[in-house]
């Protein structure tokens, strides 16, 4: 069942930036031949290059803006909106419902992303010579392998992980909010977003009450630890600690969904 | 299979002091038409609610097949909500597949022949459908299941006495025999003659449940007689002016 969820809520996803998607792309090779306008002395191609430039900054932007849009859309009007008498009334879990729209949200946003490289890939006008330049390079890399290549290479799973679990705590905060300001009879959206703002606030001061002495506990551990190992370590606190804050608003939201529902 | 489809036990619901329902205790067997009637504010809606799992009781149980509220008993549940529920952007044919690939009931060649009796376009978007169309994509989405239980929440209020008539005839052609389907209106005359039993639930009570036949022979009147005179407090046509 929770497959089925997903389909469909992959499906509006794709719906949604069906559109914006292939822009972004086609705008990024519209501006790898509109660029060299820039170099030139014509003030028509460098007026073209800039129009170009700055249409393709907008469409990234706009992507990125619809993509939280999007998802606080999904959730609002696909959970506690009418078509919550929809969702609710299938023959799922809540937190089948949570879930899928948070993997579909934390989806949008690694294609998001993808987009975003793969369009600056496109814009630089690459040749032949670059290509060669760049195979040498790896070629380099690969031939004087050596632990910092390793350690290089975790770090940056580490940073990838620990971007697409802050997503997932961004993300569920919203759903947590939008929940309890459900809860209210009026103004449902006005205390959604006092409610995100008091979370913040609670976090704040969570985060000065316990991360102090916590620091404290942990500095001898490190005292010992070779800097790289220090690194490491350090990031998975971090996923650890952003990992921790989602279960807390995932299962206060699937809580406010099973138990206090109430559409209007 | 248990033997009553319906059992709630003191089943009451609050919202924040306000009792909406007040200690329902109620049976209902299977395989039959069941009219669950009182004026709006009676606690109809609160109470179907409650059984599609929409809502949480305050206190008391509800079991439905026997078990309590949850993805078995919403299986077995073909609810029609008293609003629009879908994207706009969808199309008839897509709420089908939705239907098909969640209910195991459901059954797709049924609903499209609903759709060619009723004057529905399934391939067309619902954001183009008039109000009275969508409602009707929405009874067939709901009729074309073979679920056990069907709870049907007004869904003759908005419509003209043509249309009633109409929406009646479907439910009754196309509802599973072996299922019950419980119907809330508070327009009883249209629904009386394909009703089996009658709820009357007033301020969040049950005040009388029983066949329509022991109700015509013991009161020695129609159903939506007694209704009248029940409800006759609630009744600002009356003599009050």
């Known amino acids: 069942m929770f497959g089925k969820l997903l389909k469909y809520d992959f499906r509006s996803m794709f719906k949604q930036f069906a559109f914006i998607w292939p822009a972004a792309l086609a705008l990024a090779l519209v501006n790898?031949?509109?660029?060299?306008?820039?170099?030139?002395?014509?003030?028509?191609?460098?007026?073209?290059?800039?129009?170009?430039?700055?249409?393709?900054?907008?469409?990234?932007?706009?992507?990125?803006?619809?993509?939280?849009?999007?998802?606080?859309?999904?959730?609002?009007?696909?959970?506690?909106?009418?078509?919550?008498?929809?969702?609710?009334?299938?023959?799922?879990?809540?937190?089948?419902?949570?879930?899928?729209?948070?993997?579909?949200?934390?989806?949008?946003?690694?294609?998001?992303?993808?987009?975003?490289?793969?369009?600056?890939?496109?814009?630089?006008?690459?040749?032949?010579?670059?290509?060669?330049?760049?195979?040498?390079?790896?070629?380099?890399?690969?031939?004087?392998?050596?632990?910092?290549?390793?350690?290089?290479?975790?770090?940056?799973?580490?940073?990838?992980?620990?971007?697409?679990?802050?997503?997932?705590?961004?993300?569920?905060?919203?759903?947590?909010?939008?929940?309890?300001?459900?809860?209210?009879?009026?103004?449902?959206?006005?205390?959604?977003?006092?409610?995100?703002?008091?979370?913040?606030?609670?976090?704040?001061?969570?985060?000065?009450?316990?991360?102090?002495?916590?620091?404290?506990?942990?500095?001898?551990?490190?005292?010992?630890?070779?800097?790289?190992?220090?690194?490491?370590?350090?990031?998975?606190?971090?996923?650890?600690?952003?990992?921790?804050?989602?279960?807390?608003?995932?299962?206060?939201?699937?809580?406010?969904?099973?138990?206090?529902?109430?559409?209007? | 299979m248990n033997e009553q489809l319906v059992t709630c036990t003191a089943l009451t619901k609050r919202y924040g002091g306000k009792p909406a329902l007040r200690g329902v205790n109620l049976e209902l067997g299977r395989g039959r038409i069941v009219g669950l009637l009182g004026p709006n504010g009676s606690g109809k809606t609160t109470f179907i609610k409650i059984l599609v799992g929409l809502l949480q009781p305050t206190e008391g149980a509800v079991l439905v097949d026997g078990q309590s509220i949850g993805p078995y008993t919403k299986s077995i549940i073909s609810y029609l909500p008293d609003r629009m529920y879908f994207a706009d952007w969808m199309r008839a044919t897509d709420l089908f597949d939705l239907f098909a690939d969640f209910y195991k009931d459901f059954d797709r060649t049924k609903a499209m022949n609903m759709c060619a009796s009723l004057g529905v376009t399934p391939s067309d978007r619902l954001k183009s459908m008039s109000k009275g169309t969508k409602e009707k994509v929405q009874l067939v989405l709901v009729m074309a299941r073979k679920a056990q239980l069907y709870l049907l929440d007004e869904p003759i209020a908005g419509v003209d006495p043509a249309a009633r008539d109409f929406i009646l005839g479907t439910i009754l052609t196309n509802y599973n025999e072996n299922g019950t389907v419980m119907i809330s209106t508070h327009l009883i005359s249209d629904i009386e003659k394909v009703l089996d039993e009658a709820i009357f639930l007033k301020d969040g009570q049950i005040t009388l449940h029983d066949t329509v036949d022991n109700i015509r022979e013991q009161e020695g009147k129609s159903v939506d007689a007694l209704f009248r005179e029940v409800f006759r407090a609630h009744n600002f046509e009356g003599g009050a002016f």
């Open chain 1, 32 to 264: 790898r031949f509109t660029l060299s306008g820039l170099d030139s002395t014509s003030t028509v191609g460098e007026t073209t290059a800039g129009i170009a430039m700055l249409v393709y900054v907008a469409i990234l932007i706009a992507m990125f803006i619809i993509a939280v849009i999007f998802v606080i859309q999904r959730f609002y009007k696909g959970l506690l909106g009418d078509e919550g008498y929809l969702m609710h009334t299938l023959p799922v879990k809540p937190w089948q419902l949570v879930g899928s729209k948070l993997l579909c949200a934390v989806t949008t946003t690694v294609i998001n992303v993808l987009i975003a490289i793969l369009s600056i890939f496109l814009i630089i006008p690459w040749g032949m010579e670059e290509f060669r330049d760049i195979f040498r390079g790896l070629q380099y890399v690969f031939s004087h392998w050596n632990i910092q290549a390793t350690h290089g290479i975790i770090f940056v799973a580490e940073l990838i992980l620990f971007s697409l679990v802050s997503f997932a705590t961004g993300y569920l905060q919203l759903y947590l909010a939008m929940s309890i300001g459900h809860l209210f009879n009026k103004n449902r959206v006005a205390f959604s977003v006092i409610a995100f703002i008091a979370l913040n606030a609670i976090m704040g001061t969570l985060g000065n009450i316990i991360l102090p002495p916590l620091g404290d506990l942990m500095e001898p551990a490190f005292r010992g630890m070779s800097g790289i190992t220090a690194a490491h370590t350090g990031i998975w606190l971090l996923i650890a600690g952003s990992l921790i804050l989602s279960a807390v608003f995932f299962a206060g939201t699937e809580f406010i969904l099973r138990r206090k529902l109430n559409l209007e």
